[in-house]
């Protein structure tokens, strides 16, 4: 009889339980569900409205083609091999001249940071090159380096040394003076100072400075590889719309926001690692 009867407990806590799961399940599903509405759906929106207004004719589909038609060239184009070696020489060009400028930059801006008698003496010439345009400099590149890839990898460095090489000296200007302070009085020396309060301080401005820089480094890859290149994604743009290939050329066009999204995410899930402590204090 007592088994019996704790059977039925059981049996009786199973049907309590199994309804309260389901419940809980459904109101998770509900809110990630609601989020990514919220965070997406406008996009979605977006797309879906331009599938059908080109499909229905309310916009020109010579000049705004279909989704589906500008995916299927992006796929012919990917399986075709074609746009593979463009990704690979577009990565190649961008990729030297932002590793360049991050070797460059950062160490510069931390050694600027630091020194206030060269930060106060460099600033006036950065200042004037960064207020100039890297398109308005590219023909002297190419007065100087020629049309080869020496003169694309260098405006590309040009252009992107300044988001990293400023956002490093704003981040170590940053630094918490009462942290320095206390760090002293416990007898830190200078470059104990530098490392455990000023640098871990200055990371998150790095990495504000890096995102810009690698959507900077994307913007002047497409202007670079559009001037005097046969090869890369920016050339694909020029070259498909030079021969009315509309859906090649939003398919190129499309490639690059990935390939820039993809670049963005990546420092993200970087900066993400290395300040932890810095996600915690939000």
Known sequence: ??????EQRDAYRRVQYEPS?????????????????????????????????????????????????ILTALWNGLAGGGLLDDIAISLQRAGIAFSAAVLVGIP????????????????????????????????????????????????????????????TIGGVKQADPKLIEMARVYGASRLSIFRRVVLPGAVPSIFVGLRLSATTALLLLIAAEMIGANSGVGFQVMNAQYNFQIPLMFAAILLLAILGLGANYMLERLQGRLCRWNQLNR
Request: net charge positive; hydrophobic share 55%; glycine share 6%.
């Open 1 to 6: 009889m007592a088994i019996i009867q704790s």
């Open 21 to 69: 799961v389901s419940a809980a399940l459904a109101g998770k599903t509900v809110k990630s569900l609601t989020q990514f509405g919220s965070r997406y759906g406008v996009l979605i929106a977006f797309l879906i409205l331009w599938q059908v207004a080109s499909r229905l004719g309310w916009l020109s589909p010579a000049v705004f083609p279909p989704l589906d038609t």
């Open 108 to 167: 510069l801006g931390l050694f600027m940071g630091q020194v206030k008698a060269v930060e106060r003496s460099l600033d006036p010439i950065l200042q004037l090159f960064r207020q100039t345009s890297a398109l308005a400099l590219y023909p002297v590149f190419i007065l100087l380096l020629g049309l080869g890839e020496a003169s694309k990898v260098f405006v590309i460095f040009w252009a992107t040394l300044f988001p990293t090489l400023l956002a």
